[in-house]
C-alpha cells in the first residue's frame, strides 16, 4: 500500500532532470503534514484491512467512523488556530512544508536548498539574505534533524525568526501522536507569526 498514491499530489516534475535535484517523480511525498490527506489515507488503510481481514471488517469500520470523526473534529480547531497565517510569506530549508503551505494559505518565497535535496550554500545564503532584506517574509522553517545553521544565519542576518516543526510523530518531545503533532506544529506557527509576533 502506497498511501501517497491515494492523495492530490503536489510538486509533480513535468521533466525528470537530476541536474535539478532531488526531485520526486511521483510528486512531493510528504503529504503528511497537510492533515487532510491522512482521513484518505485512514480510509484506504481501513478498506485495504477490511480485503485483507473480512472477518474483522466491521471492527475496522467502526475503528475508522471513530477516527474520522474525532480527526475532522481536530482539523477544525486547527483551521481555526492557523486562519491568522493564511498569506504569510514562509522560506523553508527544504521542500518538506508544501502541503502545509497548501493548507494553511502560507506562502512560499524561497527555500534554503537553491535545489531539492542540495545542501544550502554560502553563495546561495547571500542571494537570499539580499531576497529577504528587500521583501521579508514572515517565518524560516526546518525540520528538527535538518543543519540548524543555515537557518540561524539568515535569521540572525535578516532579523526573521526560523523554528523547526516537529514534522512527523516523535519529530520532538511534543508530538508524540498525529493529534499532538498538529496541536505542536500550530502552536509554533501561531507563536512565531500570529496576531501577536506582528
Known amino acids: 500500500l502506497m498511501a501517497s498514491q491515494y492523495v492530490n499530489r503536489l510538486e509533480i516534475p513535468t521533466v525528470l532532470d537530476r541536474a535539478q535535484g532531488d526531485l ?14 491522512l482521513t484518505i489515507v485512514a480510509r484506504v488503510i481501513a478498506q485495504r484491512l477490511q480485503q485483507i ?46 502541503y502545509l503551505n497548501h493548507w494553511l494559505g502560507l506562502v512560499e518565497v524561497a527555500t534554503l536548498e537553491s535545489k531539492p535535496g542540495v545542501l544550502p550554500s554560502a553563495a546561495h545564503l547571500n542571494e537570499l539574505l539580499a531576497q529577504l532584506q528587500a521583501t521579508p517574509a514572515a517565518l524560516i522553517i526546518r525540520t ?49 507569526m500570529g496576531p501577536k509576533s506582528e
Open 24 to 37: 520526486h517523480a511521483q510528486g512531493n511525498p510528504h503529504i503528511q503534514t497537510d492533515p487532510r490527506n
Open 53 to 98: 481481514d473480512a472477518t474483522n471488517a466491521a471492527i475496522y469500520q467502526q475503528g475508522l467512523i471513530a477516527f474520522e470523526t474525532r480527526w475532522s473534529a481536530a482539523i477544525a480547531v486547527w483551521q481555526r488556530q492557523g486562519a491568522s497565517l493564511r498569506g504569510k510569506k514562509v522560506v523553508l530549508h527544504h521542500k518538506s512544508w508544501v
Open 144 to 192: 528538527p534533524y535538518q543543519d540548524a545553521k543555515p537557518s540561524d544565519w539568515l535569521s540572525k542576518r535578516t532579523g526573521i525568526p526560523n523554528a523547526a516543526l516537529p514534522f512527523t510523530v516523535g519529530g520532538d518531545p511534543d508530538a508524540t501522536d498525529l493529534y499532538s503533532l498538529f496541536d505542536a506544529t500550530l502552536s509554533i506557527l501561531v507563536d512565531k
